[in-house]
């Protein structure tokens, strides 16, 4: 048993790699400056953990739709008009422009002239793309409908523009090193480290900046109907209002440059700008016509100021008063210096977390998975003595790629991916006492060191493969439907998952084989230090296993009972609202806080102690409205508040929208659904329909007890609830995998075996493994359950519960499942039975 020099250096190799990798995160920032620029590639730290601002702004498509109409609409009447077609009337009706001509033959030359203003836009494949407008005639009426190849590229288009601007914005506020990318078809994610206060923000990326500039109309009678070409337009300050002449003089397009400063005379804030020279010239027409009539700044249909004009203008450059603060005309000339967005921006979803939180949090994670990995460490070395060392130092090495791996493919290490890791060192540990225990019982049956170490892998490996496939599906599920931290978990699960065969089969193998060979063993022997369980076990399980389905289908049933009343606690994730976690300066006084809520109007306001006296959790309700109203919201409960108690601290703040927890809510549960179906299709493929229908009977039994468990706790059921529910369900297939892997050799080798007989001898087989593998997990993750607060407590402390169900699961009840399928397929083909025993 040699393995290639070539081999062994292609490990080392990438080992080599991993740590390379893995140095600068371990780096104190004072050395790290100290070195190149291409060796500072650190692992990137979540907003959960290093404090900061996380925004999902959408596209109005509606907006957008109704703005290409209106463009639309005014092409049509300026191609008719150029062509001398007369036309009864134009409007836009719903999704289309409508125009009726009541010649016939004008109605045919006015269509071809119309067709003219369809557009190709990129259709997919190699073919020559779709018009970007239909155009049809019915009775005496031209439609012009916008396609869904139109609108979406449309919506394309003000994406990538929006991108643009967006950045542009950001970086007016100087912002370090934000992220800003496309999510989706028409969303855009804004991730701003360091920022605790996005409401400025917010209204900087939300406004679309649309400046224009209007004549003020000069013939409207007060309680008289306005005349045509004129509406109302309210002032951005008092919603005094103002009539604006609807037709724009000059495009807000033709601004070059803004900047905030001071009225010398006045010293308040204004904005000064400057046109470009096709704007300049038609500045100083406009002011030269008009001299004593008032002209508007419009934003965003609102009148920032309406002065009137004393003199011409002709230098191409002006200013914009009226009671603005320092801060407003800082973000109005960003916004004006970055252009006007395509359409608006709507915040669904934000998110903020406080420096002193992320510190925190920080420190916790390291307490919890240094402890962790101790734990499992010690654990070990009982169970295997010296070889248990070079598990351990597999471990080791599976903890630094990890960590090497996140650096290297740029992922972000959020708190749930901390826990993922944790995690999985407790999974890694799987592969390890599967391989020992498969060398241990092959070593009793007297054969040499080097075969039994050929031996025991080979018959370890097919079974690792099996359970980290099953691992892999959840994960790889849970990051098609997941979304922020809840990624950045599966991220690291998928890369430890992987790195784990590496590190166990690979690594461990070279290792313990030139122990072996540098020692000159003849046998080898892995004893432990303290012997938890004999070496043979012969319990008959199976006679319990009436009562072990029915007290699993009882605590279902009872978990189903439990959902129904009192039900989840959903967090935000899924039924939307607010959520605000604050320190207050004293002892919190949730009377008086409850009142000053609760006199905001905004619906059911909860309040919660987490942690000592002045940590309170604040919950609001989801506000009609949409999400417009959300962001109101949260700064109403902020500014109340602050003037509650001046000094204190919101460590979190998260608003989802109720667009995003409905989307939330249907990719988690489809996450779920498929990932048991995916399980198992792979268990029927790898093993037979017996063991496939055994595995999802026991998993539908699991699901339902962890859903009950979240409600007899009442612990928040959101997106990290339903990655730890995908993690106890991947741990759940993982152990029976385990055990149906020996009953399906254990069916091969003694084919004239009972079937009861066969499940019973190989549950004694792999029960030693079976307690060995939960201990290991329990021991990884019950620190981060203990000391890890409330930030991770609806995943950590639903784990712990899911390790023991999974465990007696696969023995008491996968088992007896497989027994009675068994039977009953037996009994109803019974000349099958005795063609193929090897297939019970």
Known sequence: MRTSKWVVASYVVIILIGIFAALPSAMPPSMLEKMPSWFRHQVTLGLDLQGGSHLVLEVDANALKTDRLRSLLDDARGALRKERIPVQSARVAGDAVVISIDDDNQRAQALDVLKKLAAPVSGIG??????????????????????????????????????????????????????????????????????????????????????????????VEPGQPLPPGVSMLPDAKTNQQYPIEDRVAISGERLTDARAGFNQTTQEPIVSFRFDSVGARQFAEITQANVGRPFAIVLDGKVLSAPVIREPITGGSGQISGSFTVEDTTVLSALLRAGALPAPLTVIEERTVGPDLGGDVIRMGLYTGVAGFLAVVVFMVLLYGSWGMIANFGLLLHLIMTIGGLAIIGATLTLPGIAGIILG????????????????????KGISAFA??????????????????????????????????????????????????????????????????????????????????????????????????????????????????????????????????????????LASLRSTLSSLELGEVALQRIGGDNDVLIRVQRQDGGEAAQTAAVTKVKEAVSKLDPGVKFDRVDVVGPKVSGELAQSGVLAVVLSALAMLVYIWWRFEWNFALGAIATLILDTTKAVGFFALMGLDFNLTAIAALLTIIGYSVNDKVVVYDRMRENLRLFKKMPLRQIIDMSINQVFARCIYTSVAILLSILPMAIWGGSAVENFAIPMVFGVFIATSSSIFIAAPILLLLGDWWAKNHPQRVEGAPAKS
């Not at 005496?140 to 190849?149: C, F, H, M």
């Not at 969303?187 to 679309?208: K, Y």
Request: aromatic share 6%.
């Open 126 to 219: 190699f073919g020559a793309g779709t018009a970007d407008i239909d155009v049809t005639t019915q009775q005496k009426q031209i439609r012009l409908v916008l396609t869904e190849a139109g609108i979406r590229d449309r919506i394309d288009a003000a994406i990538q523009q929006s991108l643009e601007i967006v950045r542009q914005r950001v970086d007016q506020v100087g912002v370090a090193e934000p992220t800003i990318q496309r999510v989706g078809s028409d969303r855009i994610l804004v991730q701003l480290p360091g920022l605790q206060d996005p409401t400025r923000l917010r209204e900087l990326l939300g406004s679309t900046a649309k400046m224009e500039f209007h004549m003020v109309a000069t013939n």
């Open 425 to 444: 060192i407790g999974f890694g540990v799987d592969a390890n006492i599967l391989i020992n225990e498969r060398i241990r019982e092959e070593s009793k």
């Open 452 to 589: 039994a170490l050929d031996h025991g892998f080979k018959r370890a490996f097919s079974t690792i493969v099996d359970a980290n496939v099953t691992s892999l599906i959840v994960t790889a599920l849970l990051f098609m439907f997941g979304s922020g931290p809840v990624r950045g978990f599966a991220v690291t699960m998928i890369l430890g998952t992987c790195l784990s065969l590496f590190t166990a089969v690979a690594v461990v193998r070279v290792l313990m084989t030139a122990v072996v060979r540098r020692q000159k063993m003849k046998t080898i022997h892995i004893e432990p230090l303290v012997r938890f369980f004999p070496d043979h076990t012969s319990i008959s399980f199976m006679n319990a296993r009436f009562l072990g389905i029915g007290m699993s289908i009882l605590l279902s049933l009872a978990s189903i009972a439990l959902f129904i009343k009192p039900g989840l606690n959903y967090g935000i994730d899924f039924k939307g609202g607010i959520q605000v976690e604050i320190t207050t300066s004293q002892p919190a006084d």
